[in-house]
């Protein structure tokens, strides 16, 4: 965990965290990002929250939206015309049962429409600054299983086997370093194990191919703000 945190240094942060590092980790805008985020591309993500946050940055102001101009503004994540309803919906939830205001339990968010383990994880990590979660997403469920730390089949038996593999001070910060390496370098497909700071200690387990190493030139790491242990 030390050498991914030195190692993501420069990289391209997943779009959430550099919404909660705009909004100085607004809990509501954290959310309604994290939904929309699913299966969806990360410029894309943080495209479409800006669009969206622009004509309503409040709970009650995006449950007063019709539902065709919340599509309208998050086109084209993944999905939209789903999330769009659930991301109305949500809100609706926030105004009339908790005074638009974002409960800070995970027993209370995953009660929220569109919510699950994931975003609520997150919400709770960059939100509230919770030192107990774990967010596991498709990068972490990936990377946990190639390096052996967990032998799991879904995202929700990986967070809880990683509750058990990791030390507790590791743990808002996995999700972070994960999702940032998964995405520039242990890629789904042909993952570029010639580039990775921790080769020497990942078993590759379930790994089909491999990209030969590349070091990415000074111009394609941008500086970012980033959350470190």
């Known amino acids: 965990m030390r050498a991914l945190s030195s190692a993501i240094t420069g990289l391209e942060l997943p779009a959430v965290e550099k919404i909660s590092n705009d909004q100085a980790e607004d809990p509501f805008q ?7 985020s699913a299966r969806t591309q990360d410029a894309t993500t943080h495209a479409a929250s800006t669009r969206l946050f622009k004509v309503a940055r409040t709970p ?3 449950a007063s939206l019709p539902v ?5 503004l998050i086109y084209p994540v993944s999905f939209y015309r789903h999330k ?3 991301v109305k919906a949500c809100c609706e939830t926030l105004v009339t049962r908790w005074a638009g205001k974002v409960p800070s339990t995970m027993s209370d968010l995953v009660m929220l429409p569109g919510v699950g383990r994931k975003t609520a994880n997150l919400v709770m990590i960059l939100g509230f600054r919770s030192l107990e979660n774990i967010c596991v997403d498709t990068h ?3 990377i946990s299983n190639r390096l052996g730390w967990v032998k799991t089949a879904l995202p929700d038996e ?3 086997a990683l509750y058990r593999a990791t030390d507790r001070r590791w743990w808002p910060y ?4 994960m999702v940032t390496w998964g995405q520039n370098v242990c890629r789904p497909v042909h993952p570029r194990c010639g580039d990775c700071v921790i080769q020497a200690e990942c078993p590759r387990i379930g790994v089909q191919g491999t ?4 070091r990415a030139s000074t111009a394609q790491r941008k500086p970012a703000k980033r959350r470190t242990a």
């Open 211 to 214: 990209k030969r190493a590349r």
């Open 68 to 72: 065709n101009d919340i599509e309208r």
């Open 140 to 142: 972490v469920h990936r």
């Open 60 to 62: 009650k102001a995006l």
């Open 30 to 36: 954290i959310l309604i990002a994290t939904i929309l």
């Open 84 to 86: 769009a309803r659930y």
């Open 174 to 177: 996995i999700n972070l370093y």
């Open 158 to 160: 990986t967070e809880q």
